[in-house]
């Protein structure tokens, strides 16, 4: 029986992206630090901060959603 030395590639989506996606606080990045559970009103985490820059109401919108 022969086996197959080469690893096996999984289809499971990335937990993560590398960088930032402008106008999107949800995005866990790679580089940034693990994120802490969110609770309404607590301060955003790096991550939305950099998202949501130069963008008015963006961190508003993370911070104290509509729910």
């Excluded at 960088?19 to 969110?38: A, D, E, K, M, T």
Aim: with cysteine; net charge positive; proline share 18%.
């Amino acid at each position: 029986m022969v086996q197959d030395a080469a690893p096996r590639a999984s289809a499971q989506p990335r937990p993560c992206v590398n960088g930032v996606i402008p106008w999107n606080p949800y995005v866990v990045n790679c580089n940034l630090p693990p994120r802490q559970p969110r609770v309404r009103g607590a301060a955003p985490d790096a991550g939305a901060i950099i998202a949501c820059r130069n963008h008015p109401g963006c961190l508003a919108w993370y911070v104290n959603p509509p729910y």
